[in-house]
């Protein structure tokens, strides 16, 4: 990248933001392309001519029977191509003569989700792996032209989630070939907890998926039991579109009690099978879910063999199958089971027998398991199938650290665990991520480096897959966290830095530097000095420096936020909402640090609470019905 024209983009936005906002968003719909060229990919010679004044100037071609995934992939570049243009661009089944084209086309050669982005005698070849990697070529072709796919399309944005060029004669200006593989085979969404999900805006969510390259949506089989959150509310409406994309069913999540629980049968399986379930401490059968079921009993497991195949039989779109145990699962209470083996052995010699019937069925779906609490080690006396997936959880991972650094004793403890699997265990293990927790209360803890240099270290485990939590309740909270995990999870050496500008340019416009700082500022006090578990108290001394920096980049948004247009300024309004509440919690951190009064900390804890009821509906904070301020207290003294 040449730094001349990195200060003449600079000189030109400085220009632009002392514009009338009607002019600023002309040009500015002008330089950002221009921008995102520069800084990504250089500069490059004249290219080829896609578009002259509102004319495509070449067809896009679909060889011999095109599926449905590539259909939709050529119809989503002609849509894009003419968003962009203003041209209409035909798509065809072969080229007509002497027009050059841009060739759609899935090659057996290449590895599955590789793609190549080239140019052959004027004509643009996107080939790829798969269906799958067919769509994310499109996309990244599209990308180079100057789109920015920066979120999914939620109610929040008013359709400005994405940035979309407009370029009434258009070039590719890339000259050269783009290879592409993934780092991260399976790059997953998770809607666990679904506290903000509709129909709606999961379909946006799908529809945002490809173009990040994340290729797995996972959705629990009936969240903790309750109903609620469950694959079969949006099952019929989501298949055709996650279909349509290739993008991979996973379902399942925590809960044996879904295939074997005391209740079944209206009581009766208890009262006819007591030996079928745990037992207490008292060493008697009980009717708690989350004791884990008699694994040793092969009547059970036969039972609970039979529930799983038979939902598997009801569900034939499901690629992935998790097989959890409860959340918080009790493995052993009376003290004869613990000559039952390690909760590790239980669950892989349980896995195994459900792995051998659903693979005699079912022979392309994959199970996964996951390495979590009391059941995170490698199995010490059972071998699981190179077939099984495993999910490896760090919950408790210390943000104050990278996962690697040994200066973290819980850190330190999942490393050597997860290294001791990948020593053991042949087949895929993945990363379920905290990069987005619940546990959080959508604080602000927006880390883009962190994430990158932690998937840095993964990369080289090396791991397989990367899991995120993903909620549009608080996306705008955690947009930038998503919007860079898709990146790192293609590829963990990706200029961040570079990634961070054109995402702040995009949303924020000529005063993007401002964004920048705040970003860099949340990203340096919240994990440090938040309320992010096994983050220390500090000092109050440098929790009131904390402060003052937060508090500093919030008055410099506000003032860039009142002469930015109107769209821009919604954005600065929720960046300065999340340096409030980033300002708000650790004020209640300060508190604690001064051993100050009950009333005192009570007061910095109802400012929490008035801060939630104002801002619920904004893409900043997902509200819990249940907290109040004697909650909310319990909450910030658990991380005292």
């Known amino acids: 990248m040449r730094l001349t024209n990195l200060m003449t983009n600079n000189i030109a936005m400085k220009h632009l933001s002392k514009l009338p906002i009607k002019q600023f968003i002309q ?10 060229s520069t800084l990504c990919y250089g500069e490059a010679s004249a290219g080829i001519l896609l578009a002259k004044s509102k004319v495509a100037q070449l067809a896009i071609v679909l060889p011999g029977e095109p599926s449905p995934t590539r259909q939709f992939a050529a119809a989503e570049l002609a849509k894009y191509l003419q968003k962009i243009s203003g041209a209409t661009f035909q798509v065809a089944g072969s080229p007509a003569k002497s ?17 190549r982005i080239s140019v052959r005698d004027g004509n643009i070849v ?74 709606e805006n999961l379909k946006q969510l799908v529809d945002w998926m490809p173009k990040l390259r994340y290729n797995t949506l996972m959705v629990p089989l009936n969240y903790q039991g309750k109903g609620r959150v469950k694959w079969d509310k949006w099952r019929e409406a989501l298949t055709p579109e996650l279909r349509k994309r290739g993008i991979l069913i996973e379902v399942g999540g925590h809960g044996y009690q879904n295939y074997i629980n005391p209740g079944m049968e209206n009581g009766n399986l208890f009262k006819q099978h007591p030996d079928w379930f745990g ?114 959880c760090p ?41 987005r927790k619940y546990a959080w209360k959508s604080l602000p803890n927006v880390i883009p480096h962190f994430i990158q240099r932690d998937m840095q ?34 590829n963990p050496d990706v200029k961040v830095d570079s990634l961070i500008q054109l995402y702040c340019k995009t949303r924020y416009g000529a005063a993007s530097a401002v964004a920048e700082k ?24 440098a929790i009131s420096k904390a402060v003052t920096l937060l508090r500093d980049r919030q008055q410099a948004v506000k003032e860039a936020a009142a002469s930015a247009p109107a769209e821009i300024q919604a954005n600065f309004g929720r ?4 340096l409030q509440y980033a300002i708000l919690d650790i004020r209640v951190r300060e508190a604690l640090a001064i051993n100050a009064s009950p009333e005192v900390l009570s007061d910095r804890v109802q400012e929490v609470l008035t801060f939630f009821k104002n801002n619920g509906d904004k893409g900043i904070v997902i509200v819990n019905k249940e907290d109040n301020v004697k909650s909310l207290t319990r909450y910030y003294n658990r991380y005292k």
């Open 457 to 490: 270290w993964y990369a080289k485990v090396p791991l397989q897959g990367i899991t995120t939590y993903a909620e549009p309740g608080d996306w705008y909270t955690y947009e930038l966290n998503h919007y860079i995990l898709g990146y790192l999870a293609w």
């Open 99 to 115: 027009r050059k084209v841009i060739r759609i086309e899935q090659r057996k050669e290449m590895a599955y989700e590789d793609y």
């Open 126 to 199: 996107l080939a790829a792996g798969s269906d799958r990697a067919v769509l994310y070529a499109v996309y990244d072709f599209l990308e180079r032209l100057g789109c920015r796919w920066i979120a999914p399309q939620l109610a929040l944005y008013n359709g400005l989630s994405e940035y979309i060029p407009h370029q009434p004669t258009l070039y590719y200006k890339v000259n050269h070939e783009i290879n592409e593989h993934p780092a991260f085979a399976y790059r997953k969404l998770d809607i666990e907890e679904g506290k903000s999900h509709t129909i």
């Open 395 to 435: 919950i408790d991972q210390n943000f104050e650290y990278q996962i690697n650094d040994s200066r973290s004793a819980a850190n330190q403890e999942y490393v050597t665990a997860l290294l001791d699997w990948r020593k053991k265990f042949d087949g895929d293990i993945g990363l379920y991520s905290y990069f």
């Open 27 to 36: 040009r500015y719909l002008l330089i950002v392309p221009l921008l995102f």
């Open 518 to 541: 705040a970003y860099a500022a949340l990203e340096n006090t919240v994990r440090i000095y938040g309320s992010i578990r096994f983050s220390s108290l500090k000092s109050p001394e």
């Open 279 to 392: 037992l207490d401490k008292d060493c008697k059968p009980a009717t708690d879910d989350y004791l884990v079921f008699n694994t040793e009993n092969q009547d059970a497991v036969n039972y609970f063999i039979k529930s799983v195949l038979e939902y598997l039989r009801q569900h034939p779109e499901i690629d992935i199958f998790d097989l959890w145990p409860p959340d918080g699962a009790r493995w052993a209470e009376c003290p004869d089971w613990l000559k039952r083996g390690t909760p590790e052995d239980r669950q892989a010699k349980l896995i195994s027998k459900v792995d051998s019937a659903v693979k005699a069925v079912y022979p392309h779906l994959k199970l996964q398991i996951i390495a979590y609490a009391k059941a995170l080690l490698p199995p010490q006396h059972e071998t699981i199938s190179k077939q099984v997936m495993v999910d490896f």
């Open 575 to 578: 960046l300065q909402l999340m």
